[in-house]
């Protein structure tokens, strides 16, 4: 152990106390950057590597496929907020997968932030301003 102590040199420590002070920092990311809804959120995890960031659907796995594309008029279960509810909560088998975990709200939330992606209103994709 002694060994390994005595061994670093100067510049290997002032690296690894780079790296954790920006580990350190990293945690802080929120505060740094603006918020993001709740339905920003969730769309990001649960929506964006099929739908695209911008829901064009624009996205290597679903190049092509005007299912993925969320800002054009073609819904192939209903356009409404409750039948995009339904989709959301429940999937679309082998295309989509559910979302049985998320709340009313949550659900709710998202389709708030797709409208918003879609023009539709100009819904606050931020809770809290600076």
Do not use: K
Request: charged letters at 25%.
């Amino acid at each position: 152990m002694r060994w390994l102590a005595t061994s670093r040199s100067p510049g290997a420590t002032t690296a690894l106390a780079l790296v954790l002070g920006l580990a350190t920092s990293l945690g802080a990311c929120d505060d740094l950057l603006p918020r993001r809804s709740e339905g920003e959120r969730i769309y990001r995890q649960r929506c964006a590597e099929c739908h695209g960031l911008d829901a064009s659907g624009n996205t290597p796995r679903f190049m092509g496929d005007v299912r993925a594309d969320l800002l054009d008029d073609t819904w192939y279960s209903g356009g409404d907020e409750g039948s995009i509810v339904a989709v959301i909560h429940d999937g679309v088998p082998g295309r989509m997968p559910e979302n049985t975990d998320l709340t009313a709200e949550q659900l709710q939330a998202v389709v708030r932030y797709v409208q918003a992606l879609r023009h539709e209103h100009e819904a606050a994709t931020t809770e809290q301003p600076f």
